[in-house]
């Protein structure tokens, strides 16, 4: 006969189900609920389970909370309850209340029935396998943990720290070898017995109470010493993200679920009708939804934990807020342009573009006093205004939303020493930042004011080379991932076409309009004639000279190509 021991703690009407289910198939039960659990659905379970009570027991409760001892230790008692109670039993399995058989459970029966002294528990020694994903590894055994991790989270870290700066270390009795695997086991009846009373289980226990996570290491440690023969599998689907976050079945897993070799599969959603029915009942109902067959379930488990650890690129969510500059993914929804110094070069930049096909040709995005939409326009998608104040309340969440919103346009901004040096770092650090810098730009702007003293004038011009120099150690920066592309002033003068090349490779060259007229020469001049008159070296902004601009015909007298 095989055993079912069914650890509940909520749902307990589909756990009643599941009860009924093994029972009716010749399986003897135990079901423990959690003391959390509501006392008006214990008793409405326990009345509904009233007339199988020569299949099924309800082993006395106990307070049960997420990965701890109790859990442990709880499941062998009760499983060992279960196995006194009816001697004909050979294994039993532990499941949870929100598990589904998904293979019928007479081939289970007869699996064991083939293996009768055999154990299926996953037992992995830390050193020798990467079962942990995250998180404490040796430590979970070495150190205490007075504080419960999901409702105490701070003191949890700080008690972890403490004990590692006072290099607290417990000493593992020398009869265990820790061992972790999931906490979802079938056990042979002599297995369980020998664990229920070995003679070193004082010790045993004592040392597991202050572990981490106990029911990933309890029996399966115990296993290493008690088993005549263990397999070291689990005979339930599982499946978690990092963060120990349980990969959730819902009906539309129906077809990946029977392509399984699995005996149980955890963890189906309660509201997952068609799963229920499919397996406690036998009806394949009509509207299950169904995926692409061709797809399999590791490679949607993959997909799922994949957008559960990281999230939609350039959207951030509850359960995942990006570290900036250091998180794995870009910080937005798609590419983008960031345009530094070309105003100064190319007044008409942003008509120029417009006539390219760029989608989105923004101006100062992060003008200190101004936001600078496409087309001279109050919002954006998304409902973005162009508040100064709520832009600056997050700016790197306002870039964020403004290329999520329209993540389906291409889009630039310009950038330059004037605007918000903060969004520097967090333009370097994304991948999907294009900049394009031309450098030394700022001094077409350096004119010189009637009546302004020399002394001024060389402060501004001192300031904005430093702020340059700064932004371009930023850009150039260790942590920068950013396509960043540097044109000095002079080179741009020189051959103004190339300087538009990669704003030519992200429309694509059949979209990319005329050349610009760069509108530099006069100001040039005027810029150097003050520069001398307040005293400064020519090696304050480069080596620059004014050469004969090339003859390019207005834009507005061209049309788009």
């Given at each position: 006969?095989?055993?079912?021991?069914?650890?509940?703690?909520?749902?307990?009407?589909?756990?009643?189900?599941?009860?009924?289910?093994?029972?009716?198939?010749?399986?003897?039960?135990?079901?423990?609920?959690?003391?959390?659990?509501?006392?008006?659905?214990?008793?409405?379970?326990?009345?509904?389970?009233?007339?199988?009570?020569?299949?099924?027991?309800?082993?006395?409760?106990?307070?049960?909370?997420?990965?701890?001892?109790?859990?442990?230790?709880?499941?062998?008692?009760?499983?060992?309850?279960?196995?006194?109670?009816?001697?004909?039993?050979?294994?039993?399995?532990?499941?949870?209340?929100?598990?589904?058989?998904?293979?019928?459970?007479?081939?289970?029966?007869?699996?064991?029935?083939?293996?009768?002294?055999?154990?299926?528990?996953?037992?992995?020694?830390?050193?020798?396998?990467?079962?942990?994903?995250?998180?404490?590894?040796?430590?979970?055994?070495t150190?205490?943990?007075?504080?419960?991790?999901?409702?105490?989270?701070?003191?949890?870290?700080?008690?972890?720290?403490?004990?590692?700066?006072?290099?607290?270390?417990?000493?593992?009795?020398?009869?265990?070898?820790?061992?972790?695997?999931?906490?979802?086991?079938?056990?042979?009846r002599?297995?369980?017995?020998?664990?229920a009373?070995?003679?070193?289980?004082?010790?045993?226990?004592?040392?597991?109470?202050?572990?981490?996570?106990?029911?990933?290491s309890?029996?399966q440690?115990?296993?290493?010493?008690?088993?005549?023969?263990?397999?070291?599998?689990?005979?339930?689907?599982?499946?978690?993200?990092?963060?120990?976050?349980?990969?959730?079945?819902?009906?539309?897993?129906?077809?990946?679920?029977?392509?399984?070799d699995?005996?149980?599969?955890?963890?189906?959603?309660?509201?997952?009708?068609?799963?229920?029915?499919?397996?406690?009942?036998?009806?394949?109902?009509?509207?299950?939804?169904?995926?692409?067959?061709?797809?399999?379930?590791?490679?949607?488990?993959?997909?799922?934990?994949?957008?559960?650890?990281?999230?939609?690129?350039?959207?951030?969510?509850?359960?995942?807020?990006?570290?900036p500059?250091?998180?794995?993914l870009?910080?937005?929804?798609?590419?983008?342009?960031v345009?530094?110094?070309?105003?100064?070069?190319?007044?008409?930049?942003?008509?120029?573009?417009?006539?390219?096909?760029?989608?989105?040709?923004?101006?100062?995005?992060?003008?200190?006093?101004?936001?600078?939409?496409?087309g001279?326009?109050?919002?954006?998608?998304?409902?973005?205004?162009n508040?100064?104040?709520?832009?600056?309340?997050?700016?790197?969440?306002?870039?964020?939303?403004?290329?999520?919103?329209?993540?389906?346009?291409?889009?630039?901004?310009?950038?330059?020493?004037?605007?918000?040096?903060?969004?520097?770092?967090?333009?370097?650090?994304?991948?999907?930042?294009?900049?394009?810098?031309?450098?030394?730009?700022?001094?077409?702007?350096?004119?010189?004011?009637?009546?302004?003293?020399?002394?001024?004038?060389r402060?501004?011009?001192?300031?904005?080379?430093?702020?340059?120099?700064?932004?371009?150690?930023?850009?150039?920066?260790?942590?920068?991932?950013?396509?960043?592309?540097?044109?000095?002033?002079?080179?741009?003068?020189?051959?103004?076409?190339?300087?538009?090349?990669?704003?030519?490779?992200?429309?694509?060259?059949?979209?990319?309009?005329?050349?610009?007229?760069?509108?530099?020469?006069r100001?040039?001049?005027?810029?150097?004639?003050?520069?001398?008159?307040?005293?400064?070296?020519?090696?304050?902004?480069?080596?620059?000279t004014?050469?004969?601009?090339?003859?390019?015909?207005?834009?507005?007298?061209?049309?788009?190509?």
């Amino acid at each position: 006969m095989l055993g079912i021991c069914i650890m509940a703690h909520s749902r307990l009407y589909r756990v009643g189900e599941l009860a009924e289910h093994f029972a009716e198939r010749g399986c003897a039960v135990s079901v423990h609920v959690d003391t959390c659990a509501n006392d008006r659905d214990f008793a409405t379970l326990k009345a509904r389970l009233a007339p199988l009570s020569d299949r099924v027991i309800l082993a006395s409760r106990r307070r049960c909370p997420w990965g701890s001892f109790a859990l442990a230790t709880t499941a062998v008692d009760a499983s060992q309850e279960l196995a006194e109670t009816f001697p004909e039993i050979t294994h039993v399995s532990l499941v949870s209340g929100s598990c589904l058989p998904i293979r019928p459970v007479e081939d289970l029966q007869a699996h064991l029935a083939a293996h009768p002294d055999t154990d299926f528990v996953e037992s992995k020694r830390l050193a020798e396998d990467d079962w942990i994903q995250d998180g404490l590894r040796e430590e979970r055994f070495t150190l205490y943990f007075p504080f419960n991790w999901a409702k105490q989270r701070r003191l949890f870290d700080a008690g972890v720290e403490v004990q590692r700066a006072l290099r607290i270390k417990r000493r593992i009795p020398a009869h265990l070898d820790p061992s972790v695997g999931s906490q979802w086991w079938t056990l042979s009846r002599e297995t369980l017995r020998r664990i229920a009373h070995d003679p070193m289980r004082g010790e045993t226990d004592r040392f597991f109470r202050h572990a981490w996570i106990a029911d990933e290491s309890y029996v399966q440690t115990l296993v290493r010493n008690h088993a005549r023969r263990w397999v070291d599998t689990s005979q339930t689907l599982t499946a978690f993200d990092p963060q120990g976050k349980p990969f959730v079945f819902y009906d539309d897993h129906a077809q990946l679920l029977e392509a399984s070799d699995k005996f149980f599969a955890r963890k189906v959603w309660h509201g997952a009708h068609g799963l229920y029915d499919r397996y406690l009942r036998g009806v394949v109902p009509l509207a299950v939804a169904r995926r692409d067959q061709s797809e399999d379930l590791d490679t949607v488990i993959a997909a799922a934990r994949k957008q559960r650890c990281d999230g939609r690129q350039g959207l951030v969510m509850q359960s995942r807020c990006p570290v900036p500059g250091f998180w794995r993914l870009p910080m937005t929804a798609r590419d983008y342009l960031v345009l530094d110094g070309f105003e100064a070069v190319f007044p008409d930049i942003r008509r120029w573009q417009e006539a390219s096909g760029m989608d989105r040709a923004h101006g100062h995005l992060f003008a200190r006093d101004k936001v600078e939409f496409a087309g001279g326009k109050e919002t954006a998608p998304g409902g973005l205004t162009n508040s100064v104040a709520i832009r600056d309340w997050n700016p790197e969440q306002f870039l964020r939303n403004l290329l999520w919103s329209a993540r389906e346009d291409r889009q630039s901004f310009l950038f330059d020493e004037a605007d918000a040096p903060d969004m520097l770092a967090p333009i370097a650090w994304d991948p999907n930042a294009r900049v394009v810098a031309i450098t030394r730009a700022w001094a077409l702007n350096l004119h010189r004011k009637i009546g302004e003293p020399a002394a001024e004038v060389r402060a501004r011009a001192l300031a904005l080379r430093a702020a340059e120099a700064e932004k371009i150690a930023i850009l150039r920066g260790k942590y920068a991932r950013a396509r960043v592309t540097f044109r000095t002033l002079a080179e741009v003068l020189q051959d103004p076409e190339r300087a538009l090349d990669p704003i030519r490779a992200a429309l694509g060259a059949d979209l990319a309009g005329p050349v610009p007229v760069p509108a530099v020469a006069r100001r040039l001049d005027q810029v150097l004639e003050d520069m001398r008159a307040v005293g400064l070296p020519a090696e304050t902004i480069g080596p620059i000279t004014a050469p004969e601009l090339p003859k390019v015909v207005p834009l507005r007298s061209q049309s788009r190509r």
